[in-house]
T-cell receptor, first 117, second 112 residues
């Protein structure tokens, strides 16, 4: 199974709402990522979890709150978002790239299309 | 500085014609290089990867890429394009510390 699943596929939320994005993988990967992708742009890294601990936060505003409850699940909690936060949010996973012999290839989910109104 | 450049914002090829998408990277050490493809509204799918060994690597969907260290290039090729290949293509390099740099992408249009 080389699949990363994301729910929901689409989400429309107001600026005062609280919502969550979910991501799941069963490939035994111990690194999981959140990316934000605007139209016609490459993905931008937001957060990285390694062994369920936050390893990287790319100076993301606190209205985005990641969570990694276990090695298979990754959540992104959203609160008080702005219209400019509308984007495709991609989850990815990989083996620990620090391990010898491991190539840092990431497996991406299909994304959640978020619209903030 | 580490970077990935995809010089072509978009390319149009006829169905059945050959394809080459260009990628140049700037990275001090031996690079881990990747090509990903993204269909509209979808996630990224790994086409192929290179770290060491044979400089010509084969990927899925009939794609191949050639690593040329002297030119700092990792161009993607396909001998005969199908309409279903129309998508956005991203070249990427792993730079360490869980980080991957993506190129700006090349949009491929396929005409009948």
């Amino acid at each position: 199974d080389t699949e990363v699943t994301q729910t929901p596929k689409h989400l429309v939320m107001g600026m005062t709402n609280k919502k969550s994005l979910k991501c799941e993988q069963h490939m035994g990967h111990r690194a999981m990522y959140w990316y934000k992708q605007k139209a016609k742009k490459p993905p931008e890294l937001m957060f990285v979890y390694s062994y369920e601990k936050l390893s990287i936060n790319e100076s993301v505003p606190s209205r985005f709150s990641p969570e990694c409850p276990n090695s298979s699940l990754l959540n992104l909690h959203l609160h008080a978002l702005q219209p400019e936060d509308s984007a495709l949010y991609l989850c990815a996973s990989s083996h620990d790239p620090r391990l010898a012999g491991v190539l840092h290839e990431q497996y991406f989910g299909p994304g959640t299309r978020l619209t903030v109104t | 500085a580490q970077s990935v450049t995809q010089p072509d914002i978009h390319i149009t090829v006829s169905e059945g014609a050959s394809l080459e998408l260009r990628c140049n990277y700037s990275y001090g050490a031996t690079p881990y290089l990747f090509w990903y493809v993204q269909s509209p509204g979808q996630g990224l799918q790994l086409l192929l990867k290179y770290f060491s060994g044979d400089t010509l690597v084969q990927g899925i969907k009939g794609f191949e890429a050639e690593f040329k260290r002297s030119q700092s290039s990792f161009n993607l090729r396909k001998p005969s394009v199908h309409w279903s290949d129309a998508a956005e293509y991203f070249c990427a390099v792993y730079t360490g510390g869980f980080k991957t740099i993506f190129g700006a992408g090349t949009r491929l249009f396929v005409k009948a």
